[in-house]
């Protein structure tokens, strides 16, 4: 007699960026049937949607959706307005944090797991080497799964929605290793806050020198296409 | 000495329908500059964001602004996708629930509200005359303002979120007659989920039953206008 065991699926935020990349690989060894979603909010440059694309599909993405939310019309962000990005890190919130973004983000994943019957939406979020945004800590991330638990049928139902931020603890070295032991083409995955049309970094914005000094700290070599 | 007492801002969220339209006079009453903010989350017919902005208008919104976001593209519901609107009630969610809209609304506004550095958001969700939906909820309400301190520059900066939910526990009967104190014009608002291009409702659907029970309730007359 043959079983068939059926096989999860999940909701997978892809950024086009190194940490979400190491996030589907995770969540694939894992076991689960991954539904790659990209939220194009109007961040300055289609380069790292390219290159979500290119990574959902590389790391065995079932599938890859991209929603369009015009966060453009609210602005208040250097990723959403005519604010120029820092090339120094600083004190305090930077003007990179794009307002409620990782709610809305996951709020739209959620929304998606809903449609598709998934109980595991995953994020690559993390707390430790990154810019000070608030919506990357792990309250946060508690409190959307706890709220993810109230807002859906899964919720009402008994099933349960579980929020998983497999890097969240991790420092930037960590993160490379785990990508290369998951075979991540970190080459791909475009960070830079301004990286030009064909997903070359600068080099100087907050996300290279956290995404380098990663690189360094594992003591690889840094694949990062720069301009 | 004169002293100018600062207006507070608000965002509120308006759909073009009855509760909105009476939750932003509520908060215009109270004292809100508001911010009307409406979601076309591709939604079967346009006359309710039309609605929106004829109400925003007439209760005195400082701003009306509609942000896109592409919910077709996920699908699972009769309001976004090519499922027939049911023309009757029956136990448990219906198939109107758009999956993580009121998360994804609220998200939105959350995001405006940081932009423009206000501290509250308003929303007209009912939990007592209303379809039965997960993030209509009491419970829900008090988890995303809970989400909204952890999420956003106000809740590290200490100055704080509240979310607004004044009609959550208001029966259809009471939101009328708040409305009409107010002096909410209910035939410019759309309820129906069916509503023709003129914004003229079918009479037959839940929203079109919950709507005029209320007017029926109130004895007053119902302005409503059907096709």
């Given at each position: 007699m043959t079983t068939t065991i059926p096989t999860p699926s999940a909701v997978v935020l892809v950024s086009g960026g190194m940490d979400s990349a190491v996030t589907l690989a995770l969540a694939r060894e894992r076991g689960y049937a991954c539904h790659a979603l990209s939220v194009d909010y109007g961040q300055r440059h289609g380069a790292e949607l390219d290159a979500a694309a290119r990574t959902a599909a590389a790391l065995g993405a079932l599938v890859h959706k991209t929603v369009a939310v015009d966060l453009r019309s609210i602005g208040g962000s250097a990723l959403t307005a005519d604010i120029a990005v820092p090339e120094a890190g600083g004190p305090g919130i930077p003007v990179t944090y794009v307002p409620a973004r990782n709610t809305i983000m996951l709020a739209i994943a959620l929304g998606w797991a809903e449609v598709l019957g998934a109980h595991d939406v995953f994020c690559g979020v993390n707390a430790v080497d990154y810019s000070g945004y608030p919506d990357c800590r792990p309250a946060f991330i508690a409190a959307f799964e706890r709220l993810a638990n109230l807002a859906t049928r899964a919720g009402v139902e008994g099933s349960g929605i579980r929020v998983h931020a497999p890097l969240i603890a991790l420092g930037k070295a960590d993160i490379v290793r785990e990508g290369l032991r998951l075979g991540v083409d970190f080459a791909a995955t475009v960070s830079c806050y301004?990286?030009?049309?064909?997903?070359?970094?600068?080099?100087?914005?907050d996300a290279c020198r956290l995404r380098a000094e990663g690189f360094r700290a594992a003591a690889v070599g840094d694949p990062t296409r720069y301009a």
């Open positions: 301004q990286a030009d049309a064909q997903g070359r970094a600068c080099g100087r914005c």
